[in-house]
């Protein structure tokens, strides 16, 4: 039989060839173009700009952060002129462009000014655009409290099955109520997209770094929903995308209350060897897709041996084991960053009796990681598979958008 001949990968995943953290943070800020979150002229300008400087860090900071400066003073106009839906559209971008730029900018004073700046372009975009988006803080057990923002489904009764949302590694609230919020609304599912600990806004400005034990994060934001009147806590669902394939099965594990687990994106099966391997190809520009400070700073510690040593207590080994509820896994078959047999292994060891893995193709598209080539396509398979999930239950027949209408 005749191997599998790999497809070659174009400028849309690899924009500059050779540098894979680079060419990874531009296809993610791509791969919010379906939600109006930036133009992909302006981000093939800022590109056209970098060719040739390649891994120097200040010019990726001149260029993201020069057009979104750009872009924002554009909003500051329409805004003044009263045009607000337009104002909007700007934000959005100019905070998406702030945040990517903000990315290989080292911690520091420099790195917390453009995160203020592109946190108050998202939310200048966001009160504009999708005024129905509630600014909320979840309450941890602690005393500290996780941002997040509440998307509710428009025309669905009081009580509405609702999606917990967590980030990945590098990205932000902002981002997954977005390209997560807006499709679930349409499916009448409410979503919670909060930055969890050692996420966005939680890392940056409220100092809470990644801990082993998500459950608890995940107990929170469990509490906080099943709280609100317009939640019906029988169909609360948690998902995580990229390093949150870690921390929704944790979640969802322990805490049992959460009717359905989805991983968008799994992460290695062994974290130890994850952070090894991010360790042992940190000097080769062409797989390294994080910057060199990146791990440390989200896990609050000061050397590789400190991390390593944080790292051993992140395990789904022995957890996920105890999962009841319904599980899905999606993946893509030239994902970058996650071996197979690692995402594989996760759905196996799933002690769900309903557990589903869907790897999508090159031929099919979303075949990167959490389907940044094609998010949309993730998207609306893990809606559906949630709609079926809860209809199933129900005993009603119809999608998603007619369970919610039927149920209150």
């Not at 929170?220 to 394939?245: I, K, Q, T």
């Not at 105890?322 to 047999?341: A, R, Y």
Request: aromatic share 10%; proline share 5%.
């Amino acid at each position: 039989m005749k191997p599998r001949e790999e497809p070659p990968i174009g400028e849309w995943i690899a924009h500059f060839p050779g540098h894979a953290s680079w060419s990874n943070a531009t296809l993610i800020c791509k791969g919010m173009a379906p939600y109006g979150a930036v133009a992909l002229a302006e981000i093939d300008r800022i590109g056209t700009r970098l060719r040739g400087r390649e891994g120097d860090a200040s010019a990726w900071r001149e260029e993201w952060c020069g057009m979104a400066a750009h872009v924002e003073r554009m909003g500051d106009a329409a805004a003044a002129a009263g045009h607000d839906l337009t104002a909007g559209h700007y934000y959005l971008r100019a905070g998406n462009y702030y945040y990517t730029g903000e990315r290989m900018v080292p911690p520091g004073d420099d790195k917390h000014a453009i995160y203020l700046k592109a946190l108050a372009c998202y939310r200048a975009g966001l009160t504009r655009r999708y005024p129905e988006i509630e600014v909320v803080d979840v309450p941890m057990p602690d005393g500290a409290s996780l941002p997040a923002y509440f998307m509710k489904a428009p025309g669905v009764p009081s009580r509405a099955p609702t999606v917990v949302v967590f980030d990945g590694l590098d990205n932000c609230k902002e981002m997954s109520v977005l390209f997560a919020g807006l499709e679930f609304a349409r499916h009448g599912f409410h979503t919670l997209a909060v930055d969890g600990p050692g996420q966005g806004e939680a890392v940056r400005l409220r100092g809470l770094k990644y801990r082993h034990d998500y459950e608890v994060p995940g107990t929170a934001a469990f509490d906080y929903v099943a709280g609100r009147a317009d939640v019906d806590p029988a169909r609360v669902a948690v998902m995580g995308y990229s390093f949150g394939g870690y921390c929704a099965p944790r979640a969802a594990s322990i805490e049992q209350r959460y009717s359905a687990c989805v991983a968008f994106g799994a992460t290695y099966w062994d974290m130890t060897e994850w952070l090894a391997n991010k360790y042992r190809i940190a000097d080769d520009a062409s797989r390294a897709t994080t910057s060199d400070f990146q791990i440390q700073w989200v896990l609050g510690t000061s050397s590789r041996e400190e991390s390593f040593a944080k790292m051993a207590r992140f395990s789904l080994d022995g957890v996920v084991q105890k999962m009841t509820c319904p599980f899905l896994v999606v993946h893509g078959e030239n994902d970058p960053l996650v071996p197979l047999d690692s995402v594989k292994r996760l759905h196996d060891e799933a002690g769900s009796p309903d557990k589903t893995l869907k790897i999508f193709t090159s031929e099919e598209g979303g075949s990167q990681h959490c389907q940044v080539d094609d998010r949309q396509a993730g998207i609306d398979f893990i809606a559906d598979w949630l709609g079926d999930r809860w209809s199933a239950r129900a005993g009603i027949r119809g999608g998603s958008r007619r369970l919610a209408l039927a149920l209150d």
